[in-house]
């Protein structure tokens, strides 16, 4: 290959990659506000790179990166973009089916918009996995290290939520000339018996959805639920040490474990 992105090699040279893999890692993220110190392109810019990092250790091809996704609540600030639910399902269905269609059995999606974008990945998977017959999986980030994530974290309970410690500490390690830590804030929510917006705290949870007419009140007029303050560039290093590891470990299972038969099935219209 003359390079892990599929865009920019021939198709002769996936032809070739076919006939000895058949893995592809297909990052999706979006672009959405987050707070005043990280770039609305966060969630994109970390599906990239640990896709693209992950594949140059293991050789592995990966799609076209998609930088849009479903976040209609950060419509409450300027420059966010959504996509409605049902078209992330199809976007998500007429790649991996194109995929598929040439040989390719096994897709890891990379999702870095963690829990929105996740159901409409969810239902694309399971609609690929039924239709073709193809191993497909999906990762976030975010849950895929939740193991170091927990142990490395600097935050009080309810400082991981969004454009929080963690990604902040990603940010800074990945892409630290797009951050502006002078503007990083904190704002961390009263804790509910039911209701708690940081996922590494354990308790009984409820799902509320996010509105879109009370999101600038309840990220405090700034877009950031959690406390980046105490983000660091080092923590960001070894959480995503930590999910290139990982990544590795799953890539070698697919190229080696995973047996498939695709199903026949007619190019996508």
């Given at each position: 290959m003359?390079?892990?992105?599929?865009?920019?090699?021939?198709w002769?040279d996936?032809?070739?990659?076919?006939e000895?893999?058949?893995?592809?890692i297909?990052?999706?993220?979006?672009?959405?506000q987050?707070a005043?110190?990280?770039?609305?392109?966060?969630d994109?810019?970390?599906a990239l790179?640990?896709?693209e990092?992950?594949?140059?250790?293991t050789?592995t091809?990966v799609a076209?990166?998609?930088?849009v996704?479903w976040?209609?609540?950060?419509?409450a600030?300027?420059?966010?973009?959504t996509l409605r639910?049902?078209?992330?399902?199809?976007?998500m269905?007429?790649?991996c089916?194109s995929l598929t269609?040439?040989?390719?059995?096994?897709i890891?999606?990379i999702?870095?918009?963690?829990?929105a974008?996740?159901?409409p990945?969810?239902?694309?998977?399971?609609k690929?996995?039924?239709k073709?017959?193809a191993?497909i999986?999906?990762?976030?980030p975010?849950?895929f290290?939740?193991?170091?994530g927990?142990k490395i974290?600097?935050?009080?309970p309810?400082?991981v939520?969004?454009?929080?410690?963690?990604e902040t500490?990603?940010m800074?390690h990945?892409?630290?000339e797009?951050?502006?830590?002078?503007?990083?804030?904190?704002?961390?929510?009263e804790k509910?018996?039911?209701l708690?917006?940081?996922?590494?705290?354990?308790?009984?949870r409820i799902?509320?959805?996010s509105?879109?007419?009370?999101?600038?009140?309840n990220?405090?007029?700034?877009?950031?639920?959690?406390d980046?303050?105490?983000?660091?560039?080092?923590?960001?290093?070894?959480?995503h040490?930590?999910?290139?590891?990982?990544?590795?470990?799953?890539?070698?299972y697919?190229?080696?474990?995973v047996?498939?038969s695709?199903?026949?099935q007619e190019?996508?219209l």
């Open positions: 003359k390079s892990v992105w599929l865009q920019e090699n021939k002769e996936v032809q070739n990659y076919l000895e893999k058949q893995t592809i297909v990052p999706f993220g979006s672009v959405e987050h005043h110190h990280l770039p609305m392109g966060t994109s810019f970390v790179k640990v896709a990092d992950a594949a140059k250790e050789n091809l076209p990166p998609n930088w996704g976040a209609p609540h950060h419509m600030y300027p420059g966010t973009i639910p049902e078209t992330l399902t199809s976007l269905l007429d790649i089916e269609y040439h040989g390719f059995q096994k890891i999606v999702n870095g918009h963690r829990e974008n996740l159901p990945l969810k239902i694309a998977a399971t690929l996995r039924n073709t017959g191993f999986c999906i990762v976030d975010f849950y290290a939740e193991t170091i927990k974290r600097k935050s009080e309810g400082g939520g969004h454009a929080d410690e963690m500490s990603h800074l990945l892409f630290p797009l951050c502006s830590m002078e503007n990083a804030v904190k704002n961390i929510h509910h018996s039911f708690n917006h940081d996922p590494f705290i354990d308790g009984d799902f509320l959805p509105d879109v007419s009370t999101y600038r009140e990220s405090n007029n700034i877009g950031v639920v959690g980046p303050s105490v983000s660091t560039a080092e923590n960001g290093k070894i959480y040490k930590e999910l290139i590891a990982n990544m590795i470990e799953l890539i070698n697919c190229n080696s474990k047996e498939v695709l199903r026949n190019i996508p």
